[in-house]
């Protein structure tokens, strides 16, 4: 069992940053894959950026340039550093981690954009 814990989320305006960290419970060495993913009112939850154990990254084509995911092994903390952000960015945000077959979420993070 993995618990992941969001933070950082808040209220920005257009052109603004801010930085999401998800805190999990285990060694995030350990854990394959992990992601960011968002879910705006309406709309389809999306994948926003995953990084894999060896550090690769990926991105979804609207964050790109704007977003950074990164991980802290020793802290067992994954970050998303936002840049730039668009009131399109306005969503729940929830962290994701991939162990073996099992797929674990946290309680997610809500990040509001003004205009």
């Known amino acids: 069992q993995v618990q992941l814990v969001e933070s950082g989320g808040g209220s920005v305006q257009a052109g603004g940053s801010l930085r999401l960290s998800c805190a999990a419970s285990?060694?995030?060495?350990?854990?394959?894959?992990m992601g960011w993913y968002r879910r705006a009112p309406g709309k389809r939850r999306e994948l926003v950026a995953t990084?894999?154990?060896?550090?690769?990254?990926g991105y979804a084509d609207s964050v790109k340039g704007r977003f950074t995911i990164s991980r802290d092994n020793a802290q067992n903390t994954v970050y998303l550093q936002m840049n730039s952000l668009k009131p399109e960015d306005t969503a729940v945000y929830y962290c994701n981690a991939g162990v073996g077959v099992l797929i674990y979420w946290g309680q997610g993070t809500q990040v509001t954009v003004s205009s």
């Open positions: 285990t060694r995030i060495s350990s854990i394959n894959v």
């Open positions: 990084i894999t154990t060896g550090g690769s990254t």
